[in-house]
């Protein structure tokens, strides 16, 4: 049966079927990203299984399967590189997953037989045992012939994928694992808002999350006249929206905000040049710079976020835009901790919820590469 969720999820990829697996944060030969003549389309078919509280009931997508919701039975691998599995990291942590759902990092650069854990001792994951994310898939799918993409949910025990589908799986944490939710946490999807944050977030996604991909993975000058007329397009509007309000959907923070948030902090420092999003930098748009200050300094937002990982990923990995890896030094990161003065809107992080708590010593960011040194 297709679910409500699955036609969401088609919906907010439908600008972007069709892929050549030359996807950022797949698994693709390392310098095939560009085509030339061609715009950039993400593969968007991705493993559907879900895990859910209730398998018996679930909605599920034709040909997929439901997970049963256990408490250390899975777990998250999540490049902090990546912005779509630092969704995921975020997500984990504000509502305060970390002791039900275990993590995997790997590194921050990949090449064609996908991510691995070399920042592991011995270059594997301490849990799964494994090397290379590749193995999980191969593990349970042994002719998969799409991306190796992170995030991806694991099972331990057999140390087969689960499932990559990176929307879906942050938003059953909110709705399906709320047996484990921390208390105090946030609620993420508030229903009276949902279908509104499902038509932002639609857009956020085809225009600025994957917008900014579509500029730097242009094959043609036409493409990428095309591509960065739509992100600006889309800029504008969020610059304008958040002038009258604190957050995306108003008061309080929602998974809208963990989705743009990603895209922001990796503006600067990787898709302003290196993707040639280069009309302005976010520092120079008043209201979303201060936004995403805001969000930096929130627990759970900022405190996932390692800067330095993040540049080694897109400067090493995309030879084709990049061909000397050369990894620039800056942007300095002291300005993400200024004043941003975004409670003069009103509205509060969490309202009636709390912060999460510190983050576990095990899974805290390097300090070198972050402004948050606490």
């Given at each position: 049966?297709?679910s409500?969720?699955r036609?969401d999820?088609?919906?907010e990829?439908?600008?972007?079927?069709?892929?050549?697996?030359?996807?950022?944060?797949a698994?693709s030969?390392?310098g095939?990203?560009?085509?030339a003549?061609?715009s950039?389309?993400?593969d968007?078919n991705?493993?559907?299984?879900?895990?859910?509280a209730?398998?018996d009931?679930?909605?599920l997508?034709?040909?997929?399967?439901?997970?049963p919701?256990e408490a250390g039975?899975?777990?998250?691998?999540?490049a902090?590189?990546c912005?779509?599995?630092n969704?995921?990291?975020?997500v984990?942590?504000l509502l305060?997953?970390?002791?039900?759902?275990?993590i995997g990092?790997p590194?921050?650069t990949?090449?064609?037989r996908?991510?691995?854990f070399?920042l592991?001792p011995?270059g594997?994951d301490p849990?799964?045992g494994?090397?290379r994310?590749q193995?999980?898939?191969?593990?349970?799918?042994?002719?998969?012939p799409r991306?190796?993409?992170?995030?991806?949910m694991?099972e331990i025990s057999?140390?087969q994928?689960v499932?990559?589908?990176?929307?879906?799986?942050t938003?059953d944490?909110?709705?399906e694992?709320?047996a484990?939710?921390?208390e105090?946490a946030?609620?993420?999807?508030p229903?009276?808002?949902?279908a509104?944050m499902?038509?932002?977030m639609?857009?956020?996604?085809?225009?600025?999350?994957?917008g900014?991909?579509?500029?730097?993975f242009?094959?043609s000058q036409e493409?990428?006249d095309?591509a960065?007329e739509?992100?600006?397009?889309?800029?504008?509007?969020?610059?304008e929206?958040?002038?009258t309000r604190?957050?995306l959907m108003?008061?309080?923070?929602?998974?809208?905000?963990?989705r743009?948030?990603?895209t922001?902090?990796?503006f600067?420092?990787?898709?302003?040049?290196?993707f040639?999003?280069?009309?302005?930098k976010?520092?120079?748009m008043?209201?979303?710079?201060?936004y995403?200050?805001d969000?930096?300094?929130t627990?759970?937002?900022?405190d996932t976020?390692?800067?330095q990982?993040?540049?080694?990923?897109?400067?090493?990995v995309h030879?084709?835009i990049?061909?000397t890896?050369?990894?620039?030094?800056?942007?300095?990161?002291?300005n993400?901790l200024?004043?941003?003065g975004?409670?003069?809107l009103?509205?509060s992080?969490?309202?009636?919820?709390?912060?999460?708590g510190p983050?576990?010593?095990?899974?805290?960011?390097?300090?070198?590469?972050t402004p948050?040194?606490?």
């Amino acid at each position: 049966m297709v679910s409500g969720n699955r036609e969401d999820t088609v919906s907010e990829h439908s600008n972007d079927s069709r892929e050549h697996s030359n996807q950022s944060d797949a698994f693709s030969t390392t310098g095939a990203y560009v085509h030339a003549g061609e715009s950039f389309d993400r593969d968007t078919n991705y493993i559907e299984d879900r895990i859910v509280a209730d398998p018996d009931t679930a909605e599920l997508s034709e040909g997929a399967t439901a997970w049963p919701v256990e408490a250390g039975r899975y777990r998250l691998v999540a490049a902090r590189a990546c912005p779509w599995a630092n969704r995921t990291l975020i997500v984990r942590r504000l509502l305060g997953l970390e002791d039900a759902i275990s993590i995997g990092l790997p590194g921050p650069t990949h090449d064609s037989r996908s991510w691995d854990f070399q920042l592991d001792p011995e270059g594997k994951d301490p849990v799964l045992g494994i090397e290379r994310l590749q193995q999980a898939y191969f593990a349970r799918f042994p002719e998969y012939p799409r991306g190796i993409t992170v995030p991806a949910m694991v099972e331990i025990s057999s140390g087969q994928v689960v499932t990559n589908n990176f929307p879906q799986i942050t938003e059953d944490m909110a709705k399906e694992w709320t047996a484990h939710h921390r208390e105090g946490a946030p609620d993420l999807w508030p229903q009276e808002l949902e279908a509104e944050m499902r038509d932002v977030m639609k857009r956020i996604y085809t225009e600025v999350n994957n917008g900014v991909y579509r500029c730097g993975f242009a094959g043609s000058q036409e493409a990428y006249d095309q591509a960065y007329e739509r992100l600006w397009v889309a800029m504008d509007w969020l610059e304008e929206r958040l002038s009258t309000r604190r957050y995306l959907m108003g008061e309080h923070i929602t998974e809208a905000d963990v989705r743009l948030f990603t895209t922001l902090v990796r503006f600067d420092p990787v898709y302003h040049g290196h993707f040639k999003c280069s009309r302005n930098k976010l520092t120079e748009m008043p209201n979303l710079w201060a936004y995403a200050r805001d969000l930096f300094t929130t627990p759970g937002f900022g405190d996932t976020v390692d800067f330095q990982q993040i540049k080694e990923h897109y400067y090493v990995v995309h030879t084709d835009i990049n061909p000397t890896q050369v990894v620039p030094v800056g942007p300095d990161l002291q300005n993400w901790l200024e004043p941003h003065g975004r409670e003069a809107l009103g509205g509060s992080p969490f309202g009636q919820a709390t912060a999460p708590g510190p983050v576990a010593e095990a899974e805290r960011v390097d300090p070198e590469h972050t402004p948050l040194r606490g």
